[in-house]
């Protein structure tokens, strides 16, 4: 029987080769630094996020505003309203108590989606907005981590596209489906310089990308370019946010502590990522909305080397 991993190497190879990366592309592109790499607030942040003094009821993070009636954040909102739109139906495979806060709200969909409720979130108002604009958004993966078919799902207006609050929900959107795949897929290799765990990060690139505000409208030979720029970083970026002060999360289930960074002989580029981008964004406490951000701007820029 395939495990998950394969069935979505299997499903998405079609779609992966039109963005591949030869071997040497990788070893001529690939720095043998980490390059420096900042995160800075602006100063009227406001312009690129919503603020709001309100907390998300669910998680605790940053709430963009009251939905469904509980102030919420994106990625809280857009769980709930894929969860009772497509009537998903999950499994606790703990005792139904997990602990919903930032960090681990993708951990248990069902312990989410009954939080979500507990707060006071309605389906009815879920609903309702069956009555705006559909857009046609790609596939999302459900909480086994296997493909559900494609449906269309609603969105406020596509005329709304300009309008930097409908872009930030379909960010927050395509982060939510990065967030399920990275939670599900189990990578069944254990060694760090795997091209297997290379070619799982890539797939999950090009899906977060498809989900996001413009990307399907360019050329597919611009997506490429535009991927084949900025796929370094954006992985760096993924792996650094999610990492601690003294350990890397390089992918689900998949750490590697300073000891074994010495031992691989990448001791420099482990303490570079810690210490220039981790600790930097702990300090800044940036949250998953603001790496979302990050991340579109990084792979939206024409303007990177070898574009």
């Given at each position: 029987m395939?495990t998950s991993?394969?069935q979505?190497?299997?499903?998405q190879?079609?779609?992966?080769q039109?963005?591949?990366?030869?071997?040497d592309?990788?070893t001529?592109?690939?720095?043998?630094?980490?390059?420096?790499y900042?995160?800075?607030?602006?100063?009227?942040?406001?312009s690129?996020?919503?603020?709001?003094?309100?907390?998300?009821a669910?998680?605790?993070?940053?709430?963009?505003?009251?939905h469904?009636g509980?102030y919420s954040?994106?990625g809280?909102?857009?769980?709930f309203?894929?969860?009772v739109?497509?009537?998903l139906v999950?499994l606790c495979r703990?005792?139904?108590n997990?602990?919903?806060d930032?960090?681990?709200?993708?951990?248990?969909?069902y312990?989410?989606y009954r939080?979500?409720?507990?707060?006071?979130?309605?389906r009815?108002?879920v609903?309702?907005?069956?009555?705006n604009?559909?857009?046609?958004?790609r596939k999302?993966?459900?909480?086994?981590g296997?493909?559900?078919?494609?449906?269309?799902?609603?969105a406020?207006?596509?005329?709304?596209?300009s309008?930097?609050e409908?872009q930030?929900?379909?960010?927050a959107?395509?982060?939510?489906?990065?967030?399920?795949l990275?939670?599900?897929?189990?990578?069944?290799?254990?060694?760090?310089?795997?091209?297997?765990?290379l070619g799982w990060?890539?797939i999950?690139?090009i899906?977060?990308?498809?989900?996001?505000?413009?990307f399907?409208?360019?050329?597919?030979?611009?997506?490429a370019r535009?991927?084949?720029s900025?796929?370094?970083?954006?992985?760096?970026?993924?792996?650094?946010?999610?990492?601690s002060?003294?350990?890397l999360?390089?992918w689900?289930e998949r750490?590697?502590?300073?000891?074994?960074?010495?031992?691989l002989?990448c001791?420099?580029?482990?303490?570079r990522?810690?210490?220039?981008?981790?600790m930097?964004?702990?300090d800044?406490?940036?949250?998953?909305?603001e790496?979302?951000?990050?991340?579109?701007?990084?792979?939206?820029?024409?303007?990177?080397?070898h574009y």
């Amino acid at each position: 029987m395939l495990t998950s991993h394969e069935q979505l190497l299997r499903a998405q190879n079609a779609r992966l080769q039109e963005f591949t990366i030869s071997n040497d592309e990788v070893t001529s592109t690939t720095p043998t630094m980490v390059p420096t790499y900042t995160v800075q607030r602006s100063a009227s942040p406001s312009s690129l996020l919503l603020s709001t003094k309100h907390i998300c009821a669910i998680c605790g993070d940053r709430a963009s505003g009251k939905h469904y009636g509980v102030y919420s954040c994106e990625g809280c909102k857009g769980f709930f309203k894929r969860t009772v739109r497509k009537d998903l139906v999950y499994l606790c495979r703990e005792n139904r108590n997990c602990i919903i806060d930032k960090r681990q709200r993708n951990r248990c969909q069902y312990c989410r989606y009954r939080k979500c409720q507990s707060m006071g979130m309605k389906r009815e108002a879920v609903q309702e907005e069956r009555q705006n604009t559909r857009v046609d958004v790609r596939k999302v993966l459900d909480s086994t981590g296997q493909y559900m078919s494609t449906n269309q799902m609603e969105a406020e207006s596509t005329s709304n596209c300009s309008d930097p609050e409908a872009q930030l929900e379909r960010i927050a959107g395509a982060e939510e489906a990065s967030e399920t795949l990275f939670s599900n897929i189990k990578v069944e290799s254990n060694d760090a310089s795997s091209c297997e765990s290379l070619g799982w990060h890539m797939i999950r690139i090009i899906d977060w990308a498809l989900l996001l505000p413009s990307f399907k409208d360019i050329l597919i030979e611009d997506q490429a370019r535009l991927i084949r720029s900025g796929w370094y970083e954006l992985i760096l970026a993924d792996i650094a946010y999610r990492s601690s002060t003294d350990k890397l999360l390089l992918w689900p289930e998949r750490i590697m502590e300073r000891d074994e960074a010495e031992m691989l002989g990448c001791r420099v580029i482990f303490d570079r990522i810690i210490n220039e981008l981790t600790m930097r964004m702990k300090d800044l406490a940036v949250d998953r909305m603001e790496i979302a951000a990050l991340r579109y701007a990084i792979l939206m820029n024409p303007g990177k080397p070898h574009y």
